[in-house]
């Protein structure tokens, strides 16, 4: 789970004039064992940040990231945290050491772990097999002699090498081509049951967020908006940027298409939010209140929250 991330980043300055970019501002969400929770907003909304917060690859400048119940890099070690939540990228190329052959690369993790090196290699042949590539084939190769899919496979093989629970994708299937996107996603539900894995699946892509998630959460400029069971989100979304994005959305069906406003101009600058709820600039059904006031988070249904004023009976009078 995730509690009150806030992360800024500097970009110089100093005191009055000190300049940041609120990229995650007071984020809290938890991940339920074995569920799938999809995160999505346009880029710069904070999701990548949210990503690097949760594996830890980034410090919250306040707030912290538990797993089951013990806050990481305090009550559990940076280490052995880990070994429970992974990570795989968008970019399969930049993760992977040019220099290193896939099976060595899939063996380092368990060695960081004590494994010996004859077992991790044992593991690593059968994990590049369960990816479906043939470890006598491609455990030598070097990742700039495989295709984008094959890496992505090797990506997840090697993360699931340190045996997690939880794996964080971060666009881990956007930057590749519709067919083998489908496929890396069939591998990707299908070690999810055999391993009763947990997965934060982050990408713009809310056709394919709908097809895996049964949790979807949507952020705007560092905060979230809105979050709840994907089949409700879609179908019933209470937050005005929840449904912009579902209008935008490409869709197959053309009965499905709404007349909704869809999304205009590019999401403001996170140097500098607008005041109230951040998107009231963009909201079609903005009112008084939305450019004074921060909405809070309203329970809209089970399991169900949405931060915008007209989930309240007395907001919602108002802006009658
Ligand atoms: Fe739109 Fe106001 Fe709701 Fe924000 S609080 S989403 S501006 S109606
Ligand atoms: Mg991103």
Redesign the pocket.
């Known amino acids: 789970s995730a509690h009150n991330l806030v992360k800024h980043f500097p970009l110089g300055g100093w005191g009055k004039n000190r300049r940041v970019v609120r990229a995650v501002d007071d984020v809290t969400f938890e991940v339920a064992p074995g569920e799938t929770l999809g995160v999505v907003g346009e880029s710069g909304c904070g999701k990548s940040t949210t990503a690097r917060l949760l594996v830890q690859l980034l410090g919250a400048d306040s707030g912290e990231v538990r797993f089951q119940g013990h806050v990481a890099g305090t009550e559990m070690p940076l280490k052995e945290f880990r070994r429970h939540v992974q990570m795989v990228f968008q970019d399969s190329y930049a993760s992977l050491n040019p220099r290193m052959s896939m099976l060595d690369a899939i063996a380092f993790g368990p060695t960081v772990h004590g494994v010996s090196e004859a077992e991790a290699q044992r593991i690593a042949r059968d994990l590049l097999d369960r990816v479906g590539l043939d470890p006598s084939r491609f455990g030598p190769r070097y990742p700039h002699e495989l295709s984008g899919g094959q890496r992505q496979r090797v990506n997840i093989a090697r993360a699931l090498a340190f045996q997690p629970e939880v794996i964080v994708l971060d666009e881990a299937v956007s930057a590749l081509d519709k067919s083998v996107e489908a496929q890396v996603l069939n591998l990707l539900m299908d070690l999810k049951r055999e391993r009763n894995l947990t997965y934060v699946f982050i990408s713009h892509d809310l056709n394919v967020v709908r097809h895996v998630s049964d949790r979807v959460m949507v952020m705007y400029l560092g905060e979230v908006a809105e979050i709840g069971p994907t089949a409700e989100m879609y179908a019933d979304p209470r937050?005005?940027?929840t449904r912009a994005l579902l209008a935008a959305m490409p869709s197959l069906d053309p009965d499905r298409r709404t007349t909704e406003a869809p999304l205009s101009g590019d999401p403001p600058n996170p140097i500098d939010p607008p005041s109230g709820?951040r998107?009231?600039t963009r909201?079609a059904?903005?009112?008084g209140a939305?450019s004074a006031q921060r909405?809070s988070n309203l329970r809209v249904g089970a399991g169900h929250y949405a931060s915008?004023?007209?989930n309240d009976p007395k907001m919602r009078e108002a802006a009658a």
Do not use: K, S, T
Request: aromatic share 20%.
């Open positions: 937050h005005p940027y709820c998107f009231h909201c059904e903005a009112f939305c909405p915008c004023h007209l």
